[in-house]
């Protein structure tokens, strides 16, 4: 019996060390572990056709169609509603999507959903569509929560998410948020001028039908800023803290966030991302014909998608929340809006040189790869000049591609980087997955290095 004693004594210290340690022993049990989620994706020229056979397969019989108002002019939307027409599918068509939404827009799409019993939806259109149809379908599916009921904590109330959801065919036109691979569903919370979202494996798309002759209408700057967004998913997944460093352990593994921390299943799908975009963007962005271009991106986006949808995002993401919700006159050429705007990928990839200068010290391998893959000669560097290689890396890449001259050129100033720190505040889900801890000064030094770029 005393030895028996000796052992649960001896049990219980090392669950209560093995709780706050991080030492390698013990981090298979507590801190090491990952998940892999995978996504269901059909990619090809023409697969939307069949669109119509895949809602008869699911037996749908009123299907809720989302698009913005714009794209329900264009062919991507033509297409699927061929398709649908064709396989005598029933649906109604919201169109009133919001380009970049708020919380006002999503509880617009809510309501219509409510307002029906639809089976199975269907968003057609960038990522502004599919995270309002992932909204749509989950409280339509929880009409008795609140709106801020599964919104990220400490804005919204971050409960999990327990009930089942209809399933949901996503349809991309841009190259991407690679929304249709995640769980993710990102909105403007206007009462704090910052964006939040909704995270949960729960709400990720049953399939992502991935069409790349949707990308030829893109008109030439939602192509470049959605490209920007595909470039930082692939770099902040690549260089997020691991997976093994991040605290603290779920104590369950329903409890276990989307956003693990870099692992080495994220690491392949980012790092090829990251090649993709090398290769094609600027060709993707110069010529809306270069199928070939503008298809690779279409799956670069899937594979950044699924690589920081199981890794995370960092500071350009965090920073990048405030940026668009702080916008006071900006407007952006080719998106079909009236409100001033800043685009999602414009307002991540401008802190892009000052977040990997900083981070580079925490780990210079990854940041000189980033470097040498988007074409910069790092054979004489040292470990020591990761963070200023990355950085001019990136600085003459969106120069090349005729990006604004910093936050001072979309309105903002040195006076702005309070409330831009105190929109970061917040965004702890995705900042704290940055290599490198940081403080509030910190962060206004990388807002202030943020302001002119050229
Ligand atoms: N859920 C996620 O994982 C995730 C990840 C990153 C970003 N986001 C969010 O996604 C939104 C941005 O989405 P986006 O960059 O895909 O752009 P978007 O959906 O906001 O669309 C941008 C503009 O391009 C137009 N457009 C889209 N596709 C077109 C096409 N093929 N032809 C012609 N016009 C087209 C739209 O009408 C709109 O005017 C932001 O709200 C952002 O926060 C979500
Ligand atoms: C609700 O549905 C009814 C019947 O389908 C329709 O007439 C009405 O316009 C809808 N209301 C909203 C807000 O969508
Ligand atoms: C919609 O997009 C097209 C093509 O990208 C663009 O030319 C047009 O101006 C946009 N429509 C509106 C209403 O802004
Ligand atoms: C990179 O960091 C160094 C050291 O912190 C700093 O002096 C330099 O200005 C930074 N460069 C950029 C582009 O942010
Ligand atoms: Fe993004």
Redesign the pocket.
């Known amino acids: 019996a005393e030895l028996m004693d000796v052992l649960f004594l001896c049990y219980m210290l090392c669950v209560v060390l093995c709780s706050r340690c991080r030492c390698p022993a013990h981090s298979n049990s507590f801190h090491g572990g990952m998940k892999m989620a995978s996504s269901n994706i059909r990619y090809g020229e023409g697969v939307s056709r069949e669109i119509g056979m895949d809602l008869q397969n699911l037996r749908a019989q009123n299907v809720c169609l989302m698009t ?1 108002r ?2 329900s002019r ?1 062919s ?1 939307v033509k297409v699927v509603l061929e398709s649908l027409t064709k396989n005598g599918v029933k649906y109604k068509l919201f169109d009133n999507v919001r ?3 708020t919380d006002t827009s999503f509880k617009e799409a809510i309501l219509f959903a409510k307002n029906d019993s639809f089976d199975v939806f269907v968003a057609v ?7 309002t149809c992932k909204a749509a379908n989950l409280y339509s599916c929880h009409p008795e929560a609140d709106f801020l009921d599964f919104v990220n904590a400490p804005i919204g109330k971050g409960k999990p998410i327990t009930g089942a959801l209809k399933p949901l065919i996503a349809v ?3 190259a ?4 249709e691979t ?1 769980g ?4 403007d919370y206007t009462p704090l001028k910052a ?1 939040t ?1 909704i995270a949960s494996r729960a709400i990720r798309p049953t399939l992502g039908i991935v069409d790349p002759m ?6 030439e700057r ?1 192509t470049a ?2 490209g920007f ?1 595909v470039l930082c ?1 692939a770099l902040e997944s690549y260089t997020a803290l691991p997976y093994n460093q991040r605290s603290p352990c779920p104590p369950n593994p329903i409890n276990r966030p989307a956003y693990q921390g870099s692992n080495p299943i994220s690491d392949v799908w980012s790092r090829h991302a990251l090649h993709v975009v090398a290769k094609y963007m600027k060709r993707a962005v110069r010529d809306p014909e270069d199928l070939e271009a503008r298809s690779s991106m279409h799956l670069a986006s899937v594979f950044a ?1 699924i690589g920081f ?1 199981n890794a995370g995002v960092h500071l350009c993401h965090g920073m990048s929340y405030p940026i ?1 919700g702080n916008v006071k006159t900006h407007s952006a050429k ?4 009236e409100h001033p705007l800043v ?3 414009l307002s991540v990839v401008l802190t892009s040189p000052a977040v990997f200068n900083f981070t580079a010290p925490m780990c210079p391998e990854r940041h000189l790869e980033a470097a040498h893959i988007l074409g910069a000669d790092v054979r004489q560097l040292k470990r020591d000049d990761a963070g200023a290689v990355l950085a001019d890396t990136l600085r003459q890449f969106l120069f090349d591609l005729q990006v604004e001259d910093g936050l001072g050129a979309l309105g903002y100033s040195l006076d702005d980087i309070p409330a831009l720190v105190k929109g970061t505040i917040p965004q702890e889900r995705v900042t704290k997955l940055s290599p490198r801890g940081h403080t509030e000064e910190d962060l206004s030094q990388l807002f202030q290095a943020s302001m002119k770029l050229y």
């Open positions: 913005d714009n794209l264009l991507p380009v970049e939404p259109g960038g990522g502004s569509v599919i995270d991309p036109t841009t991407g948020t690679g929304s995640t993710v569903a990102i909105f964006k979202g949707h990308t030829l209408s893109m008109p939602v800023n959605s967004d998913h998608g949808g668009a080719g998106y079909s809006v685009p999602h990928g």
